[in-house]
């Protein structure tokens, strides 16, 4: 005989294989054809004592049998189940010939088992309540009866919903945060740059001064010279500190002239030859984007100085569409799966709530021998200028 729709799992259990066993001498009972035998009242005791919700029912999803923990779950007795429509207990799909399996399957796969199906349980009071349903079935004498262990899940989703709302909430606060801390540095760079910057600037044109008046002995020259070297060597320091917490390039030229500038400072400090690709027009962002997209190659070599011990850095930043498709590749020893997972690698960790806060995707692996693979996509439709 030929089968239309099966939902048979492969080793569901002993219960499966009592209920449908039970299940099917019900039918036979309700067809004026069983006879009680031992093996059904066993099969009965244990669906009975079993601590899940089961029952089964018949092809036009009439229930023949449900066990008390079923009773239980939607608030009425075995004796109320029994015999009454699966519809009063699970929400019904649209078609009213719908036969067991479209009772779950409308609202798609659910759990870890491929046989797990999530509908929507009808307590007696009125009450829904989210369910997922493992299904069998069992043909017996040309009948098919239909085993379903049912499950509520109203608590896990539940819970599931907080912890969403809650890591929600938590990107919310890192996005926040990082805001602030860029407007901290940005504003600390330009104290540094107008105030200190300026100040040293002119203690060395006194000193050239004070050089011209007193500057006629040896000494006095040798010291001079010292102070000069020293006044020089602390307007340098001066300026990488406030370009590495705001570089200038990017208030006063855009995206493109600061990762210029990055890349020639990365090259200069760490000798390592670094490429990149863009095309100016293609990184004319807002400065929210522009700052994230910086902070985060940024990271991204600072990782690849730190651990990668590579010989050459490739950038490669362009638009397609609304999408701005980042790339950095290294040729270093390349990055350990383990490496990812560490709860140290707090620089990972910061590259991804960037990308994440504009909405974008980030990929890193080293599946592309040698070195490491970043891969980012941010939709930048509303950042452009």
């Known amino acids: 005989m030929k089968r239309q729709r099966s939902a048979r799992p492969r080793g569901r259990g002993l219960a499966i294989f009592a209920l449908g066993l039970l299940g099917g001498r019900l039918l036979a009972h309700v067809d004026g054809e069983y006879?009680?035998?031992?093996?059904?009242?066993?099969?009965?005791?244990?669906?009975?004592?079993a601590g899940e919700a089961i029952i089964a029912t018949d092809e036009t999803s009439r229930i023949v049998l449900a066990n008390p923990a079923a009773a239980s779950m939607f608030g009425v007795t075995v004796q109320q189940m029994e015999g009454s429509p699966l519809a009063h207990f699970i929400a019904a799909p649209a078609a009213e010939d719908a036969g067991p399996l479209e009772y779950f399957q409308a609202d798609g796969r659910a759990g870890r088992r491929g046989t797990d199906y999530a509908g929507t349980g009808l307590r007696a009071n009125g009450e829904t309540f989210a369910i997922e349903g493992s299904l069998a079935d069992t043909l017996h004498n040309g009948h098919t009866i239909y085993t379903i262990i049912l499950r509520d899940v109203s608590d896990r989703?539940?819970?599931?919903?907080?912890?969403?709302?809650?890591?929600?909430?938590?990107?919310?606060?890192?996005?926040?945060?990082?805001?602030?801390?860029?407007?901290?540095?940005?504003?600390?760079?330009?104290?540094?740059?107008?105030?200190?910057?300026?100040?040293?600037?002119?203690?060395?044109?006194?000193?050239?001064?004070?050089?011209?008046?007193?500057?006629?002995?040896?000494?006095?020259?040798?010291?001079?010279?010292?102070?000069?070297?020293?006044?020089?060597?602390?307007?340098?320091?001066?300026?990488?500190?406030?370009?590495?917490?705001?570089?200038?390039?990017?208030?006063?030229?855009?995206?493109?002239?600061?990762?210029?500038?990055?890349?020639?400072?990365?090259?200069?400090?760490?000798?390592?030859?670094?490429?990149?690709?863009?095309?100016?027009?293609?990184?004319?962002?807002?400065?929210?984007?522009?700052?994230?997209?910086?902070?985060?190659?940024?990271?991204?070599?600072?990782?690849?100085?730190r651990h990668a011990g590579a010989s050459q850095v490739t950038m490669n930043l362009y638009r397609i569409n609304s999408e701005l498709l980042i790339t950095i590749h290294d040729n270093g020893r390349g990055i350990r799966e383990e490496d990812l997972e560490k709860a140290e690698s707090l620089g990972l960790v910061g590259m991804r709530e960037r990308v994440w806060a504009l909405k974008g995707e980030i990929t890193i692996s080293a599946d592309e021998a040698p070195g490491t693979r970043i891969d980012i996509v941010l939709p930048v439709a509303g950042h452009t200028v």
């Not at 010279?225 to 006063?252: C, F, K, Q, V």
Request: aromatic content about 2%; some cysteine; charged content about 25%.
């Open 35 to 49: 006879t009680a035998d031992v093996p059904a009242r066993h099969s009965r005791r244990i669906v009975h004592n």
């Open 157 to 305: 989703q539940r819970v599931q919903r907080k912890l969403t709302r809650s890591h929600d909430q938590l990107r919310q606060l890192s996005s926040a945060l990082q805001t602030i801390r860029e407007e901290e540095r940005t504003h600390i760079a330009r104290e540094l740059h107008d105030d200190l910057g300026q100040l040293l600037a002119s203690l060395r044109m006194d000193l050239s001064l004070l050089q011209e008046v007193c500057g006629n002995t040896p000494d006095a020259l040798r010291l001079i010279h010292g102070m000069d070297g020293n006044l020089l060597t602390a307007i340098t320091s001066l300026r990488r500190i406030a370009t590495n917490l705001r570089p200038r390039a990017l208030d006063e030229g855009g995206l493109y002239f600061a990762l210029q500038g990055l890349r020639d400072d990365f090259t200069q400090r760490h000798g390592i030859a670094c490429e990149l690709l863009a095309d100016e027009a293609e990184l004319r962002l807002d400065d929210k984007a522009s700052t994230a997209i910086f902070r985060i190659i940024q990271e991204a070599l600072t990782n690849i100085a």
